[in-house]
């Protein structure tokens, strides 16, 4: 009988808990960037698989459209939206430039070193199409729109928030 008294509210709880998880795991992944080369500052991220409404600033997470590169088709990729539909970006080796003001200093000599192509190889300049974003990392050696061009919102998977 004393058994039963805590066996209920336990197993109740356990339902409870186990509810939760499912509904959160459905929601949402804890990620662990395992890139050998880091492009972001976070070493683990919350992603929301429900959240598409991206700004710029905010971290995206999406599918790799394209082999090119150290990345791959269907590579689950993660990155700082830097400019959105109807935004022009001009690319320099020093610097991204977002409606010709500067955005982001980040040096692309060693990656540009390390593909073996130049800068005159590339693209530098976009106009952002109503489907299209223009990401980056956070780090030098990043390898990001600025070698591989826009990425496509159909290729959206959810918004990335740095936990740590």
Known sequence: MRNSIFLKPLIITLLVLTGLFYLFSWRFIIAVPKQSVRCLHAKFLLIDKWDKDLSPGDLVYFE??????????GAEVVKKVIAMSGQTVDINEKYVSVDGNKAVELDMSHGLAKTGLSISALTTHYTMQ?????????????????????????KIMGTAYAIY
């Open 64 to 73: 790799f459209a394209k082999n090119t590169g150290p990345l791959y088709e």
């Open 130 to 154: 109503t489907d299209e974003l223009f990401v980056m990392g956070e780090t030098p050696l990043s390898y990001d729109s600025r070698y591989w061009g826009p990425i496509k919102q159909e």
